[in-house]
Each structure stands twice: as C-alpha cells, then as structure tokens.
C-alpha cells in the first residue's frame, strides 16, 4: 500500500511561513533542490489545499520557460506538471495541470486512494495536514529544518492533546545547514489500516 508522507521546510524555533506568508528565510540552493527534485519525482502525487496549490500554480506550470531559472528549478517544472495532483478545497470549481479537486477529507476515500497502484503521496500544506493527521493518515514526516530564527509565523503543527509516537528513519545534512529528518509511524501502517476495508 502507498504511503501519505507529510513534507515540510520549517525554520529552528518550528515554523513553516512567518507573518504574510514568507517564506525568504528559506535555504533551498541547488544540492538541496536537486535533492528535492530526485525525492519528489518518485511520488505517485501531490496532496495540497487549495493555497498552496494556487501558489505552485502560479509559478511552476512554465517556470522552465524563463532562462533565469535554469538548473534545479527548470528541471522542477516538469515534475510538477506532470505529477498527479488532487487539491482539497470547498471553494476551487477546477483545476489545471493534472489535478483532481476534492472536496472534503474523507478517510475512506483516501484508503481508496492508498490502494491504487503507483508512489507514495506526498502532502503538503499545515491545514490539511491536520486534518490528514485527526484521521491518522500520514505515515511519515519529512521536516527540513532551516538554520534559522524567525521568531513568529505558522506553526508546521497544530495544538492538540494527541500522542503521536514516531521513529527516526534517517537524517541528511545539506552544505546550506539545512538538516533533512525523516520519521515514520512506530507502529507499521497495516496496523492501523489493514487493507480489504
């Protein structure tokens, strides 16, 4: 079965954006963009809410048509393009650029989802992350920690009262100090969602 992996860029004291969205403190150079760039290629698809998909679409669609952006961030456009994209959101009527747009987070339809041949999902977006997670959808975090204070922003993750036990399933440092942690569930997903459901 595929799984759903929450990836995210977060500054050290622990958030994702700072105040109107930004996100210039970021330390993306080219290693770590290509790094990007080789992950993400092999998932079967995105899972975004509707902000951050209109962020992406906004850029990537023809980013490789502007020399300026040669290397690394031309060679991310057909990636995205091309990628299998399902947005959640009650307001978007449709979407472009291989995208399905979905209305609510339903747990039976994302085991569904699960099921289906191809890579691993791959989610994005503090929001619906939370959502994914009260249902306990997400089988692996993978958080790039940003050498950096920022001071206030939007949390990577939501208050909540649950317990979520995780195990360190590897780490990577980049030449920009940015530090790749990759967890996974302690438990093996097929405990939590056996298949046939």
Do not use: C
């Not at 080789?38 to 809410?49: A, K």
């Amino acid at each position: 079965m595929r799984k759903i992996i929450y990836s995210m860029s977060i500054s050290l004291d622990g958030f994702i954006e700072g105040p109107d969205r930004d996100i210039s403190w970021h330390r993306v150079d080219d290693e770590l963009h290509r790094y990007f760039n080789e992950r993400i290629s092999r998932l079967g698809g995105f899972l975004h809410g509707r902000v951050v998909h209109e962020l992406m679409a906004d850029f990537w669609p023809t980013a490789d048509q502007d020399p300026a952006n040669a290397g690394p961030t031309a060679e991310f456009a057909p990636i995205w393009r091309n990628m299998p994209k399902y947005v959640y959101s009650t307001t978007l009527e449709r979407a472009d650029w291989n995208t399905t747009v979905v209305r609510d987070v339903v747990a039976d339809e994302v085991r569904a989802l699960l099921e289906q041949p191809g890579g691993d999902l791959g989610l994005g977006g503090a929001g619906l992350a939370a959502s994914f997670a009260a249902l306990d959808l997400i089988d692996e975090y993978w958080v790039y920690v940003h050498p950096v204070l920022i001071g206030r922003g939007k949390p990577m993750f939501p208050s909540t009262d649950t317990l979520t036990a995780l195990r360190l399933a590897g780490t990577r440092t980049f030449g920009s100090g940015v530090v790749e942690l990759r967890y996974e569930r302690a438990e093996k997903p097929s405990s939590r969602r056996p298949s046939g459901e």
